[in-house]
């Protein structure tokens, strides 16, 4: 926990704050009680009390990622440990929920799309930020590589656990393609699925409205 950000900065070349931003403002977090969800240190939270979040709740399987990011002292942020297949909330409290490079990790991906839906309101945002295959042919290939022969070599360099980002690398090929997740969000219950690529596609946003 306490190298996450730094392997995370070194892995993506300075994009991962971009990413961030992106994903926060596509919450619409303006006066909002935001779910950020495999929050991590809580990177995403903190972006999205920046951008004007009314509060912001940090949830993440996790407790030493928790613990890290409530040793820094968010204000606005409060951290809760749970699962995303079971949030430990009521229905509809949130107006907003957010999960940035996480859902990939979640055993049923569906399944938790399907509790984001239970706890947002009428009308609620619902936003998936992931990795994805780059848009490019050409860069495709590059990025393949990078994934598979020098993304855990750095990562053993940067961070505490080699053998999580040789994980990393695996998971990102093995995830489903845009039209696949916007399915998905679809059968949870969200229309007006938006999709936008970012860095050349290695990052899919995914933004939904709740149908009822």
């Known amino acids: 926990a306490p190298r996450y950000d730094l392997a995370n900065t070194v892995l993506s070349l300075g994009r991962d704050a971009h ?3 992106v994903s926060a403002a596509a919450a619409e977090p303006e006066g909002a009680e935001v779910l950020d969800v495999a929050a991590g ?3 995403v939270a903190v972006e999205l009390v920046r951008q004007g979040a009314a509060g912001v709740t940090a949830l993440d399987l996790s407790y030493n990622m928790l613990a890290e990011g409530a040793r820094r002292g968010h204000p606005g942020v409060t951290w809760v440990n749970g699962d995303a297949l079971a949030l430990p909330f009521p229905d509809a409290s949130f107006d907003a929920v957010t999960i940035s490079f996480g859902l990939r990790n979640v055993p049923d991906p569906q399944a938790a799309l399907t509790e ?12 998936v930020c992931e990795f994805a295959d780059p848009t490019w042919r050409p860069f495709r290939e590059v990025y393949r590589r990078y994934l598979v022969e020098a993304l ?3 990562a053993q360099v940067v961070s ?4 999580a ?3 990393l690398a695996d998971s ?6 845009r039209r696949t997740l916007a399915e998905w969000m679809g059968t949870a219950g969200f229309a007006e699925v938006r ?3 970012l860095s050349g596609g290695i990052v899919a946003v995914h933004r939904g409205v709740l149908a009822h």
């Open 165 to 167: 980002y040789r994980y």
């Open 152 to 154: 855990p070599r750095i």
């Open 116 to 127: 984001f839906a239970r706890v947002l309101r009428p009308s609620g945002r619902v936003v």
């Open 172 to 177: 990102i090929l093995a995830w489903p393609d």
């Open 160 to 163: 505490s656990d080699g053998p």
């Open 41 to 43: 240190p809580g990177n």
């Open 195 to 197: 999709v936008r690529d």
């Open 19 to 21: 990413w961030r931003r």
